[in-house]
């Protein structure tokens, strides 16, 4: 290869969109010649069509938006507390040898069983699937903080306490920023949990949501609108995913960089 | 020869600034049993004293240090600060760990200001003083750098840097220099000298470096083989100020060396016997 060329590198961004370009344009010649059912698969163009109209009937923005409202009020709700507990859990001995157990119980439970109740004590608005995105963001910051919180460096901490630092500034100055990889971690597997919750929610009772329309048009063999609000979900996922991605770049300049 | 050194010359009239009476500590070690790390320790440094240390790795030095900063409670006996008796760590006291401890999120400048930061200095303030520090420190440029981005020297610059921005009345270091290279630690020695010239603190310095706590300190403390106790006290009556390269080739230098070297090969032989016997019954 001409040296010149050695060093020109295809952006990542680029590369999977040629992928899913030749992945859709397959789809699409195996439903044009036949060969695929198209009401069983779909294809790219009935899909995009589907999207569009759905666009101007201004049904994106209204189901899109309660879905991502859910997630995010979840995430939020449930990140909080599942902080909070786990440092309670990292400051008290005592408060983690008689509750952990049964947050792990708690977290071995499928969240789908919770649905029912949720549903039959917060109705089918937007309350119940933000408490089932809640209960499912928690256990995965609970876990990952508090692990976070045991292996902070004692080093550290007997540094600033030899410098005559008291509890409050110990947290502040060690045990949160070094937390804070933890916490990223959570943030980004919690957004996918957060989604996920508020679209179980609504395929166990609403009536509005990206969740309710999966549900819906599964229910009149609408494969092309499934397919379409499939298609909304990897979109939204995503970009939430980059966004964070970003944020941890940005907040964790202090490390070294990780090889390859 | 030995009891030349072993003699107090006159005696000193400095007031003492840090006393040890009858240290104890001992642990519990993973399998039970009871190990006693300090036996019976009793120690005075004088005031703007330069003490160090010496001792077979595993003599306890390190945790006899941790008791005079109280971050270790001793089991019997008590530390004194200016004739006063502390309870847990003091203010008057500055700490470098043998690890390293500079906090990896905090650029330098502010890992220096961290302890004007703990005792609420303005913001203002603290970072002028801190970027004052730096620049006297020959750190200048490096104030935004992250910890991950300096040479492990540097990194025990920023160390030291950021202990005397507290200007503690006494500066406690566990062998602050043990994984550096011989020149790094040379030029890092070097600094010590002129910061203790400059400041007279008093200073007690742990290392397993004989040369190292000949070329630093006024005194050198021989610790034994586990359990830790006095075994000897030498006085270092060479000529200040001090220079690290130099002093290395100095006659009475090398005396002092072979003296204390034979005592503290003693210690090491026995500490290692202990450490076989230890495996042999674990």
């Not at chain 1, 001409?2 to 020109?8: P, Q, S, V």
């Not at chain 1, 991502?68 to 990292?90: D, N, P, Q, S, V």
């Not at chain 1, 309710?212 to 995503?238: E, H, K, P």
């Not at chain 2, 006693?36 to 005075?44: E, F, K």
Request: aromatic share 10%; charged share 20%.
């Amino acid at each position: 290869m001409l040296a010149k060329y050695r060093d020109f590198r295809i952006p990542a961004l680029v590369g999977t969109m040629v992928l899913v370009s030749v992945l859709f344009a397959l789809w699409e010649a195996a439903a044009q010649s036949g060969r695929v059912d198209t009401f069983f698969f779909s294809s790219p163009s009935l899909i995009g069509n589907d999207i569009v109209k759905m666009w101007d009937k201004g049904d994106i923005s209204k189901h899109v938006t309660i879905t991502i409202r859910e997630a995010f009020w979840g995430l939020i709700y449930g990140g909080l507390l599942g902080t909070i507990c786990a440092f309670a859990f990292g400051a008290s001995k005592k408060l983690t040898n008689i509750l952990l157990p049964l947050m792990v119980g708690f977290n071995g439970l499928p969240k789908l069983a919770l649905g029912p109740l949720l549903i039959f004590w917060f109705g089918i608005g937007i309350e119940s699937k933000v408490v089932m995105s809640a209960v499912m963001v928690f256990f995965i910051f609970l876990f990952n903080i508090y692990a976070g919180y045991c292996n902070v460096d004692a080093t550290l901490v007997n540094a600033v306490k030899m410098m005559g630092g008291d509890k409050w500034q110990i947290l502040r100055k060690v045990t949160w920023p070094s937390c804070m990889p933890w916490f990223l971690v959570s943030l980004r597997t919690g957004l996918g949990m957060a989604i996920m919750g508020a679209i179980v929610g609504e395929y166990i009772g609403a009536n509005k949501g990206l969740g309710w329309m999966i549900q819906d048009a599964g229910g009149t063999y609408n494969i092309t609108r499934v397919l379409s609000c499939i298609f909304l979900l990897i979109v939204v996922m995503a970009s939430l995913d980059y966004f964070v991605k970003y944020l941890e770049k940005k907040i964790l300049r202090w490390r070294p960089a990780m090889e390859q | 020869m030995a009891k030349v050194f072993n003699i107090k010359s006159k005696p000193d009239e400095r007031a003492i600034k840090l006393a040890l009476k009858n240290i104890s500590v001992s642990f519990l070690s993973t399998n039970g049993h009871r190990v006693l790390a300090v036996n019976d320790i009793s120690l005075d440094v004088r005031e703007k004293e330069f003490v160090a240390l010496i001792g077979p790795s595993g003599c306890g030095k390190s945790t006899l240090l941790n008791v005079m900063a109280g971050l270790v409670t001793p089991e019997s006996g008590q530390v004194l600060i200016d004739g006063e008796e502390t309870q847990g760590v003091s203010r008057k006291i500055g700490y470098m760990s043998q690890i390293d401890s500079l906090l990896p999120w905090a650029t330098v400048i502010d890992n220096v200001a961290l302890g004007l930061e703990i005792r609420k200095v303005p913001k203002k303030k603290r970072l002028a003083m801190a970027a004052e520090l730096i620049t006297r420190t020959g750190l200048a440029g490096f104030e935004y750098s992250y910890p991950h981005e300096l040479s492990g020297g540097m990194k025990k610059r920023v160390t030291i840097t950021r202990v005397l921005a507290i200007d503690p009345e006494i500066l406690f270091m566990d062998e602050p220099f043990g994984p550096l290279d011989a020149f790094t630690k040379e030029m890092l020695q070097d600094d010590i000298l002129r910061i203790w010239d400059e400041t007279k603190k008093t200073v007690v310095y742990v290392t397993h470096d004989l040369g190292e706590a000949i070329t630093l300190a006024d005194r050198v403390v021989l610790i034994s083989s586990r359990p830790g106790e006095v075994k000897a006290e030498y006085e270092i009556n060479l000529p200040r100020p001090r220079n690290v390269m130099d002093i290395k080739f100095d006659h009475s230098f090398v005396d002092i060396e072979r003296t204390i070297w034979m005592d503290l090969k003693e210690e090491v032989v026995k500490a290692k016997e202990g450490q076989e016997y230890v495996s042999k019954i674990s």
